[in-house]
């Protein structure tokens, strides 16, 4: 009776939040911009300049996006590596035009002077700042550089410089054969995701046990609630088609650590061309976990957005022009 009675009270608690999320559930994800973030700063000559929008058409091959919150003494490094490789690429081939673009999500060291500094070394037209008037998490930065990037082809690094920059030619090259034979590049659907799997049994071996716990753990929800196409969805390294990130980015619901899992969600239910390429990788120091984080970002936002989406998920209607259209997706 007991276990009965137990089992009844979990049951009611189940439909009770299912019946809040449902309610409080919201069709269209909402994107906040602030007006003064809608320009980037030209230290040159002090004049604010507004940023362009990704519903334009492409200007430059590359767009490098670099979330960052305090980051002014590993940002550096992460600038010097991507931006040597970057102007290498430039000078022996004019057409690889780029952009960086770092996004200072609302940090309270010296982070957007940091990004300036580069911004007058190299000219606004290679290197931007845009600063968050406030903190909005690691997928809300990235969403807004996203949505204010020229390239052809956009792709999100961390900025602890975790993964070696040059890598991005693998990406690139399985990007060309992901949409081949379907549309020019900047017309076609692709996704790209950076892989640390085949580092699994190497991180096991050098992780404490409380991170190897979440690591399993997390993968695990990951699969049973999002996403199965991707091993490894948290590597801070994804190139994307320009037509992708339209359709993507203004869809998401989650602003934190478990963004990417939304995004291959969506890539997935959409059936846009995923694909996944082993690049080096190694640990950098600064990064801190706790339980009750880990726990929130780890635990529940995966079984949360598995909640949200199939609540409301046949709202949407696959007939429609993906390039065209919002998804009706519920906000988490």
């Known amino acids: 009776m007991l276990l009965l009675g137990l089992l009844l009270v979990l049951g009611c608690a189940t439909l009770v939040m299912l019946l809040f999320i449902y309610l409080t559930s919201e069709t269209y994800a909402k994107v906040i911009r602030f007006k003064e973030e809608q320009f980037y700063l030209d230290p040159k000559t002090a004049e604010k300049l507004r940023f362009p929008s990704i519903e334009d ?3 430059i091959l590359l767009s490098v996006i670099v979330p960052a919150y305090n980051e002014e003494k590993r940002l550096p490094v992460m600038l010097e590596e991507c931006l040597d490789y970057l102007e290498k690429k430039l000078n022996s081939d004019p057409s690889c035009t780029f952009e960086v673009l770092i996004v200072d999500d609302g940090s309270n060291d010296k982070t957007t002077e940091v990004g300036l500094s580069y ?4 000219g606004c037209d290679k290197v931007r700042v845009l600063t968050l ?3 909005r998490g690691k997928g809300g930065a990235v969403r807004l550089g996203m949505l204010s990037a020229r390239g052809k082809q956009l792709l999100f690094a961390d900025a602890d410089g975790a993964t070696t920059f040059e890598d991005i030619s693998k ?3 399985n990007l060309k054969e992901l949409v081949k034979g379907y549309q020019p590049m900047d017309k076609a659907l ?3 995701c950076g892989s640390r799997a085949h580092l699994e049994k190497e991180a096991i071996a050098s992780r404490s046990f409380f ?5 399993k753990g997390f993968h695990l929800l990951v699969w049973l609630f999002a996403a199965r196409s991707v091993r490894d969805t948290q590597c801070g390294f994804k190139l994307l088609t320009r037509p992708t990130a339209r359709l993507c980015f203004p869809n998401l619901h989650i602003e934190r650590w478990a963004f990417d899992v939304e995004l291959i969600y969506i890539a997935e239910y959409m059936n ?3 694909g996944e390429v082993s690049v080096r990788w190694m640990e950098i120091e600064g990064k801190k976990y706790t339980l009750e984080i880990s726990f929130n970002q780890m635990g ?3 079984y949360l957005l598995f909640l949200h989406y199939r609540l409301k998920i046949d709202r949407w209607d696959r007939s429609m022009n993906p390039q065209w259209t919002h998804v009706f997706f519920p906000s988490l």
């Open 57 to 59: 058409e492409s200007t």
């Open 119 to 122: 911004s007058k070394k190299y």
């Open 133 to 135: 008037s406030t903190n």
């Open 171 to 173: 990406l690139q090259n």
């Open 190 to 192: 692709g996704l790209v």
């Open 211 to 215: 991170r190897t716990v979440l690591m």
């Open 272 to 274: 846009i061309p995923t």
């Open 300 to 302: 529940l936002q995966p």
